[in-house]
Nanobody, 122 residues
Framework: QVQLVESGGGLVQAGGSLRLSCAASGRTFSQYFMAWFRQAPGKEREFVAAVIWSGSTRYYADSAKGRFTISRDNAKNTVDLQMNSLQFEDTAVYYC???????????????WGQGTQVTVSS
């Protein structure tokens, strides 16, 4: 069992930055493939970024490449998402997800956090 708690969301102007953090409980955090997803009003939840167990390989949605960076610290049981050059279109609730599979689809996620709101003003 893994419990996930996101933090770091807020209101930021276009062009600004935010750093989201996801804190996980449980001793097996390092065994999970971790990912960030987001869901804008009226839209499906979509993949943003993911990092494998060791942290050595990362994946990004096209919309996130070059602007967002995912990282994890297995000693602290955390996975962060640094978001730079934020755009109005990045406004969404951001969710942290943990999966025992090497998979970036939301259907693969075994555990979800409660989400944190990111609002980008234009």
């Amino acid at each position: 069992q893994v419990q996930l708690v996101e933090s770091g969301g807020g209101l930021v102007q276009a062009g600004g930055s935010l750093r989201l953090s996801c804190a996980a409980s449980g001793r097996t955090f390092s065994q999970y493939f971790m990912a960030w997803f987001r869901q804008a009003p009226g839209k499906e939840r979509e993949f943003v970024a993911a990092v494998i167990w060791s942290g050595s390989t990362r994946y990004y949605a096209d919309s996130a490449k070059g602007r967002f960076t995912i990282s994890r610290d297995n000693a602290k049981n955390t996975v962060d998402l640094q978001m730079n050059s934020l755009q109005f279109e990045d406004t969404a609730v951001y969710y942290c997800g943990a999966s025992q599979q090497y998979c970036m689809a939301k259907s693969c996620v075994d555990y979800w956090g409660q989400g944190t709101q990111v609002t980008v003003s234009s």
